[in-house]
């Protein structure tokens, strides 16, 4: 057991619960100061037509099972479910068609399948079989993804698959991503397999068997209910309302200071979006400028029963304002059987849309999913806007002796990767003896 120390966390989003879970059961005096009236983060819920719904995360990555692992431990085991076997769209200016089931991250693990060659066209799935036959040559974790998969599959595959799915994912330009950005190990797996399609088809074979991702009963929220309930049963404080304007450098520990009040603190752990940390610690960050809307309709629609466009769509150039929508209630049978028929659609928008993103919903979503919405269908409408959305990675998570970054603080991004994060750290042990 480490001796005992003063610590607050910045930000009681999932990454901030986390951490403080980690330093109360080492024994620590732990205070979370979450700024809002109630912990999450992005992570929490928005009430639209009456229906509590998800108002940012809706689901989890399954890899690793480090989310399912922590699941089990809070007792939420038996409420994962895995969303419907509907595929996901892609719409185009000039098309619309489903996304191969047996691609990664949008790369094609078999060539020829009919759904690829109504996504490409025997001119672009043909191209698929270069990959195959020409040898890797300068590829490393810095390689961008956009490079590679024009330079092995070709620009349609790259345009009209992988791109759409890993912009979905990251919010950035697909030749702003590197490999290492992607996956740990993708270059050197690139490599030794000899191509980047047989490469995603090792990711695929290496995942747990079922779905990519996976949600719970009641919305991802009620795994900050659960979190939130454990942290404090281990004796750590969570004051809401509460937000940090400063922090300084006080000898060997820290002054944080909230609503003209100063907390002495041994150890600061800021689990908040880059913006914030630059604010706090110019130093340590930088400002980013990535932000994300989600906008929520509750519609009556009988013309959705069918889930015409799966269970989303992703946009692809200037089709749409949004980037991407998810067909909810087509998406998740626990939702769709709370709802009475109606529809939850979620719509999401990059920066230089978000702005005018409610005013434009129901247009883009008639869009996206090929189904002409009338404004009398819709029986309610919210926005919701995220700063933050794809922060960049650090090189170190604790700048500053007793400083500590989780989170999107620490460039992490989706809940998957926060609770890895979380699952390898040491934070609040005694260092190990050299």
Same mark, same amino acid.
């Given at each position: 057991?480490?001796?005992?120390?003063?610590?607050i966390?910045?930000?009681?989003?999932?990454?901030?619960?986390?951490?403080?879970?980690?330093?109360a059961?080492?024994g620590?005096?732990?205070?979370?100061?979450?700024?809002?009236?109630?912990?999450?983060?992005?992570?929490?819920?928005?009430?639209?037509?009456?229906l509590?719904?998800?108002?940012?995360?809706?689901?989890?990555?399954?890899?690793?099972?480090h989310?399912?692992a922590l699941?089990?431990?809070?007792?939420?085991?038996?409420?994962?479910?895995?969303?419907?076997r509907?595929?996901?769209?892609?719409?185009?200016?000039?098309?619309?068609y489903?996304l191969?089931?047996?691609g990664?991250?949008?790369?094609?693990? !078999?060539?020829?399948?009919?759904e690829? /060659?109504?996504? $490409?066209g025997? %001119?672009g #799935?043909? =191209? *698929?079989?270069s990959?195959?036959?020409?040898?890797?040559?300068?590829?490393?974790?810095? !390689?961008?993804?956009?490079e590679?998969? /024009?330079?092995? $599959?070709?620009? %349609?595959a #790259?345009? =009209? *698959?992988v791109?759409?799915?890993?912009?979905?994912?990251?919010?950035?330009?697909?030749?702003?991503?590197?490999?290492?950005?992607?996956?740990?190990? $993708?270059?050197?797996?690139?490599?030794?397999?000899?191509?980047l399609?047989?490469?995603?088809?090792?990711?695929?074979a290496?995942?747990?068997?079922g779905?990519a991702?996976?949600?719970?009963?009641?919305?991802m929220?009620?795994?900050?209910?659960?979190?939130a309930?454990?942290?404090?049963?281990?004796?750590?404080?969570i004051?809401?309302?509460?937000?940090?304007?400063?922090?300084?450098?006080?000898?060997?520990?820290?002054?944080?200071?909230?609503?003209?009040?100063?907390?002495?603190?041994?150890?600061v752990?800021?689990?908040?979006?880059?913006?914030?940390?630059?604010a706090?610690?110019?130093?340590?960050a930088?400002?980013?400028?990535?932000?994300?809307a989600i906008?929520?309709?509750?519609?009556?629609?009988?013309?959705?029963?069918?889930?015409?466009?799966?269970?989303?769509?992703l946009?692809?150039?200037?089709?749409?304002?949004?980037k991407?929508?998810t067909?909810?209630?087509?998406?998740?049978?626990?939702l769709?059987?709370?709802?009475?028929?109606?529809?939850?659609?979620?719509?999401?928008?990059?920066?230089?849309?978000?702005?005018?993103?409610?005013?434009?919903?129901l247009?883009d979503?008639?869009?996206?999913?090929?189904?002409?919405?009338?404004?009398?269908?819709?029986?309610?409408?919210?926005?919701?806007?995220?700063?933050?959305?794809a922060?960049a990675?650090v090189e170190?998570?604790?700048?500053?002796p007793?400083l500590?970054?989780?989170?999107?603080?620490?460039?992490?991004?989706?809940?998957?990767?926060?609770?890895?994060a979380?699952?390898?750290?040491?934070?609040?042990?005694?260092?190990?003896?050299?």
């Amino acid at each position: 057991m480490a001796e005992q120390q003063r610590w607050i966390v910045v930000g009681g989003g999932v990454g901030g619960l986390l951490a403080a879970r980690r330093l109360a059961s080492a024994g620590h005096d732990v205070t979370v100061m979450e700024a809002d009236d109630h912990p999450g983060g992005r992570i929490s819920r928005v009430t639209v037509d009456g229906l509590a719904l998800d108002a940012g995360a809706e689901s989890f990555a399954t890899r690793g099972g480090h989310v399912a692992a922590l699941l089990s431990e809070l007792g939420l085991a038996e409420s994962i479910v895995f969303p419907e076997r509907r595929p996901a769209w892609v719409v185009t200016s000039e098309a619309a068609y489903p996304l191969p089931a047996t691609g990664w991250l949008g790369v094609p693990t !078999t060539v020829f399948t009919r759904e690829l /060659r109504r996504a $490409l066209g025997w %001119r672009g #799935t043909a =191209r *698929l079989l270069s990959d195959r036959f020409t040898r890797v040559r300068d590829v490393d974790d810095s !390689t961008s993804l956009g490079e590679l998969a /024009r330079d092995r $599959l070709g620009d %349609r595959a #790259t345009e =009209r *698959l992988v791109a759409p799915v890993v912009q979905g994912i990251y919010s950035r330009p697909l030749d702003d991503i590197a490999l290492g950005d992607v996956a740990p190990g $993708l270059a050197a797996e690139v490599v030794r397999k000899g191509g980047l399609v047989r490469a995603a088809a090792a990711r695929r074979a290496a995942s747990p068997a079922g779905s990519a991702v996976q949600g719970l009963v009641g919305g991802m929220a009620t795994l900050i209910d659960a979190l939130a309930a454990d942290a404090r049963s281990r004796g750590a404080e969570i004051a809401l309302e509460t937000p940090v304007g400063a922090l300084e450098k006080a000898g060997s520990g820290w002054t944080v200071w909230s609503g003209g009040t100063s907390h002495r603190a041994d150890g600061v752990v800021l689990a908040v979006p880059r913006p914030v940390v630059s604010a706090l610690v110019p130093h340590v960050a930088w400002a980013e400028d990535r932000q994300v809307a989600i906008v929520t309709l509750v519609l009556d629609a009988p013309e959705l029963d069918s889930a015409p466009r799966g269970t989303g769509v992703l946009a692809v150039g200037n089709v749409s304002g949004a980037k991407a929508l998810t067909h909810s209630t087509a998406k998740w049978r626990w939702l769709a059987d709370r709802t009475g028929g109606r529809h939850v659609v979620r719509l999401s928008y990059g920066i230089d849309n978000a702005r005018d993103a409610r005013a434009h919903a129901l247009s883009d979503a008639s869009t996206l999913l090929g189904v002409a919405l009338k404004e009398a269908q819709v029986r309610d409408i919210e926005r919701v806007q995220w700063a933050d959305s794809a922060p960049a990675a650090v090189e170190d998570r604790e700048p500053v002796p007793g400083l500590h970054l989780v989170g999107s603080a620490a460039g992490l991004s989706g809940i998957a990767a926060i609770v890895a994060a979380d699952a390898g750290s040491r934070l609040g042990e005694p260092a190990p003896q050299s």
